[in-house]
């Protein structure tokens, strides 16, 4: 065994050559993510692959969620999963239970996965070597958002055929953003030219950041982000009007991209901040889409861990 394979096994990655565990889309090849697109792919034309009860999916949620969580839900119900739900206001998490000791009772009463959305940046690292079942980030703070990344490329692929090439542009709270991170990098690296764009303070160092409106017409799709008030409120120098006027797409920004290209959003969005209300649902957009195929690569995801036994 080579030392890259013994590193994996020891961060839970490979098991019966398959990812047992989903923390981050640098712990996939290439060939694997289009592996994982293709099945979704499967799933949505139709395929079926059913557990009959014999598999239980727990979701915990240690920050709000609507898309995420649900989407996992769904798609456990549509593999034929049994799933928990956990939330942690009402759990024991208010009597100071530490996260893996939540974990492990899941794992204890016989869950076969957890799929974990939790504020702090690498939460994984605190489970990785003591915990027996797969666990699938539900994004972690401000790090990685793995499966909305996913659906983002699946959603690309189905519109272009292709990745390599492409040009797109991320615009908002680059540096508080766990889906610009990890686009940013499993773009670049399937051969995308990704740039970003937004008020200076929200700027990730070392990313290409250049300016809105100079370079929509160029590009291939426009990802917009909501901002994290809830992380920064403090940060924000400028007003919702402010913000809409330098960042927000509107009819006049639409007008001005490429034909064919179109518009994304992980969401939740703020109608008319970062993206007007009429365009949300444009010809253009591909928001709703973006949610539709969140769940077949949930399904893919999830089907990959629980078949790995």
């Given at each position: 065994m080579n030392i890259i394979s013994q590193l994996y096994l020891a961060r839970g990655i490979f098991y019966g050559g398959k990812q047992m565990n989903v923390f981050t889309?640098?712990?996939?090849?290439?060939?694997?993510?289009?592996?994982?697109?293709?099945?979704?792919?499967?799933?949505?034309?139709?395929k079926k692959v059913d557990f009959k009860g014999q598999k239980v999916?727990?979701?915990?949620?240690?920050?709000?969620?609507t898309r995420t969580h649900y989407s996992f839900d769904k798609a456990a119900?549509?593999?034929?999963?049994?799933t928990q739900n956990f939330e942690a206001a009402n759990s024991s998490?208010?009597?100071g239970e530490s996260l893996y000791d939540t974990v492990k009772f899941f794992e204890s009463?016989?869950?076969?996965?957890?799929?974990?959305?939790h504020p702090k940046e690498n939460y994984y690292n605190d489970l990785v070597g003591r915990i027996s079942i797969p666990v699938v980030s539900g994004g972690d703070g401000t790090g990685n958002h793995p499966s909305q990344s996913l659906l983002d490329l699946m959603t690309i692929r189905e519109e272009f055929g292709h990745f390599e090439g492409l040009k797109i542009v991320i615009v908002g709270d680059i540096v508080h953003s766990r889906v610009a991170h990890?686009?940013?990098?499993?773009?670049?690296?399937?051969?995308?030219?990704?740039?970003?764009?937004g008020p200076k303070q929200f700027e990730e160092p070392g990313y290409n950041y250049v300016d809105f409106d100079k370079i929509?017409?160029?590009?291939?799709?426009?990802?917009?982000l909501r901002v994290q008030h809830e992380r920064h409120h403090e940060l924000m120098r400028l007003t919702t009007e402010q913000y809409h006027d330098m960042f927000g797409l509107n009819q006049k920004r639409v007008d001005k991209m490429k034909k064919g290209?179109?518009?994304?959003?992980?969401?939740p969005f703020n109608r008319n901040v970062e993206i007007a209300d009429d365009i949300v649902e444009c010809s253009k957009s591909r928001i709703f889409k973006q949610m539709t195929n969140g769940v077949y690569v949930r399904m893919a995801l999830l089907n990959r861990v629980l078949s790995n036994d």
């Open positions: 889309l640098k712990d996939f090849s290439v060939d694997e993510i289009n592996q994982i697109l293709d099945e979704a792919e499967e799933f949505k034309a139709g999916v727990a979701n915990l949620f240690f920050e709000p969620s119900f549509n593999l034929g999963c049994r998490v208010q009597k009463i016989g869950c076969d996965a957890v799929v974990i959305r990890s686009n940013y990098e499993i773009m670049k690296r399937l051969g995308m030219e990704v740039y970003t764009s929509l017409p160029e590009v291939d799709i426009v990802m917009l290209a179109i518009i994304m959003h992980p969401a």
